[in-house]
């Protein structure tokens, strides 16, 4: 059955009232959302933004700017006179990954480094060549990689030490907002896990990494369930009886918001960067190494891998290739042999093979390949990225019966669903939802606030089927793309 967004008027709407924030890739977010799950018509605010880059791998964003974003949000969606003192919760996710330092009084000594920042990629280097990390990722569930803590507090005490040594604590951009916003940095059990220095199983900080990463464990702050928000606090009249839920990452809220609730669900995440989630009761056995297995709650693991450049990578060729206006039917069009090879990597790969240094490859490339085809070849790139972590998936995974894709690549061209179905060999059901992540942080609050209250349906489209005819095709060019990474991005 397929449905469609429903938003709902605000004398409509089933208290108790959420309001969820979603800090993203390019744009703050946040709207009113009421007990179903269903956004509240005309609620709803977003603030572009852009991480500042530089082709030394920089990738970072100022975080008083998105601070003053989440205000912006925040005046937005409260002021209407009728909300009165509905809203019994504020709850936020943001990108995973991110890394502030602060001083003692919660001042920011650095800008907020992105998950895309690779500067620390010599630090990766060292700290493999120092620790075991099957070891390490078999604890906490996470490789050594540029978007981690460890090697990215490594690479500052190399470079900056006086900075470090000013460092009273080490936030997440979530944090930092909200210490801004009410004075506690409330960190979710999920945003501490993606600093990859917890253990999976105990839910403890791991010592040998803290260690190497020349961290006190009181620099970080404790991780928290959603079932552990803070008190409500003086400030906007609408808020005035609202608790302040645990900071979560995107990642944990996508699956949720896309209705990937159990291990028989994977999302295909499509924003500007992407993922294949599932949700495991537990921690994933046999964990593959090429993997992560993040701990979002006492009970709960993520297992998945994190795909830096998909909407990235769209927008990229959007704006640097002159494509023509029909773009779609470039994605429509049969697959082909003359088609370049692409190894989308702008900004890095993380799963599965973790070269934080790679960059984008393009191959086969001749005088009559015109700008659709770099396009299609592109977009192919990056469904092989996904099959590659869907392959490292299967093992611990067993049990998945559908791939739903969410997200702005999958909402503004669904024709590559097609594309990445036939990759992937299996069918993959389009999750229409817009805000499908905002959805699930508004879920994830609901959930403590009013777990009686049943949800509202996700809003689907088109289940997409793999075609037999073009089987063959694609595993030829899976070949060459596995080929081609050995040869020029493979650490």
Request: charged share 20%.
């Amino acid at each position: 059955m397929t449905h469609f967004d429903d938003d709902v008027a605000l004398d409509r709407a089933l208290d108790p009232l959420v309001l969820a924030l979603d800090i993203g890739s390019t744009a703050t977010r946040g709207g009113v959302h009421d007990a179903s799950g269903r956004r509240v018509h005309g609620l709803q605010h977003k603030v572009p933004h852009a991480f500042t880059v530089a082709p030394d791998g920089t990738s970072v964003i100022d975080p008083d700017q998105v601070t003053a974003e989440v205000e912006q949000v925040l005046d937005a969606v409260t002021g209407d006179p009728r909300l009165g003192t509905r809203i019994a919760g504020v709850a936020m996710d943001t990108f995973a990954a991110s890394l502030i330092g602060v001083d003692a009084a919660g001042r920011a000594l650095t800008p907020c480094f992105t998950y895309a920042d690779s500067r620390s990629s010599a630090a990766v280097t060292a700290l493999r060549e120092q620790l075991d990390e099957h070891a390490v990722q078999q604890r906490t569930g996470t490789r050594l990689h540029t978007s981690y803590h460890a090697p990215r507090l490594r690479w500052l005490a190399e470079t900056q030490p006086r900075l470090v040594a000013q460092a009273a604590a080490w936030w997440s951009l979530g944090e930092y907002v909200f210490a801004r916003l009410i004075g506690q940095p409330l960190a979710g059990t999920s945003t501490v896990a993606w600093t990859g220095l917890l253990d999976r199983r105990t839910g403890a900080l791991d010592a040998e990494l803290l260690a190497a990463a020349g961290l006190e464990p009181g620099q970080l702050s404790p991780p928290r369930d959603m079932d552990q928000p803070a008190p409500a606090t003086a400030g906007r009249p609408a808020l005035v009886r609202a608790v302040w839920f645990p900071v979560i990452t995107d990642g944990f809220a996508s699956n949720i918001g896309s209705g990937a609730l159990d291990a028989t669900v994977l999302t295909a995440a499509t924003a500007t960067s992407g993922a294949l989630r599932v949700l495991l009761d537990g921690p994933a056995d046999p964990l593959p190494f090429g993997l992560w297995n993040y701990r979002v709650a006492a009970d709960r693991t993520l297992l998945g891998g994190a795909i830096n450049d998909v909407g990235r990578a769209v927008s990229w060729a959007q704006s640097t290739l002159r494509l023509s206006p029909g773009i779609a039917a470039a994605l429509s069009a049969a697959p082909s042999d003359a088609t370049p090879l692409v190894l989308p990597y702008l900004t890095g790969e993380r799963a599965p093979g973790w070269a934080g240094g790679a960059r984008a490859v393009f191959g086969g490339v001749s005088a009559a390949t015109d700008a659709d085809s770099l396009f299609r070849g592109m977009a192919e790139g990056v469904a092989m990225t996904y099959a590659r972590v869907a392959d490292e998936l299967r093992p611990a995974a067993s049990r998945i019966i559908e791939v739903a894709a969410a997200g702005r690549v999958s909402n503004d061209l669904p024709e590559w669903l097609q594309v990445l179905a036939d990759v992937l060999g299996r069918p993959v059901t389009h999750v229409t939802r817009r805000r499908a992540t905002q959805r699930g942080t508004a879920l994830l609050a609901l959930d403590v606030l009013a777990p009686g209250v049943p949800r509202a349906p996700r809003a689907t489209g088109a289940t997409y089927e793999p075609r037999s005819a073009h089987a063959e095709h694609y595993a030829v060019r899976r070949e060459r793309f596995a080929e081609a990474y050995e040869v020029l991005v493979k650490p």
